[in-house]
Each structure stands twice: as structure tokens, then as C-alpha cells.
């Protein structure tokens, strides 16, 4: 339910709500306290900050604090798959977008293509 009310509030303001997100991360470092290898789920999220410091426009700080979610949620191994979805997700739409002329966006909102890399590696976790 959080991945469509994050994707729909990143389409149509370009925003992730702190009020949920900054709850949620602190709510779920609480629960994974004593399971420190989900800790390391929040790399990627980290590597993100690295990128939002470096050049601040490449991505929504909204985006980085959803995938510290999904890493606190999923762990390293699940935080990679979705990351991967999303990556590729996010290539093809780009690539469709060009090749259709569409009108050039000036950031593309990722939380919608987080939370189908989400759904669709909770269908191969449990396909496998």
C-alpha cells in the first residue's frame, strides 16, 4: 500500500512525505536492532547520498529514504534485485520516451519504478 501512495505522491508533487518515510526508517531500525545483516540493505540508499551530495539534482532525496526502506525491509540481497528492476525500468522507459519523441522530462520520478522493482522481486523471491 506504501509503494502506491509513494509512487502516486512522486508523480503528481515530486515528493515522498517525510512524515511517512522518516517514521517508517526509524521504526524499522528499531525492529531490525538485533538483525544487523539487514543493515547492510541501506548501502545502496547510501551510495544514492553519495550521488544527491555530489550532484544534487540527480535524485529526489525522497527516493534515496524509500530505498533505505526497502534495504531495512529486504536486506542486501533484495535491495540489489530491486535496485537492478529498477534500473532496468527506468532505461527502457527512457529509451521508449526517446524513441516515441515524447517531451524531454526533466527528472523522471522513481518512486513508481521502485515499487514495481519491489512487487516484482517479491515474485521471484517467491517463485524460487
Known sequence: MLCIWFSYTDIRWRI??????HPLIIALLFIRVFEPAYFLGLIPALILVVCFFVRPNSIGAG???????????YGIQG???VTL??????LVFSYLRKICRFKKLDMIPLAPFL??????????????
Request: aromatic content about 2%; overall charge positive.
Open 16 to 21: 515522498i512525505p517525510n512524515r511517512i518515510t
Open 63 to 73: 527516493d534515496i529514504k524509500f530505498l533505505a526502506v526497502i534495504g531495512l525491509c
Open 79 to 81: 535491495t540489489l534485485l
Open 85 to 90: 528492476i529498477t534500473c532496468a525500468l527506468v
Open 115 to 128: 515499487s514495481i522493482g519491489v512487487l516484482l522481486s517479491l515474485a521471484v523471491h517467491l517463485l524460487l
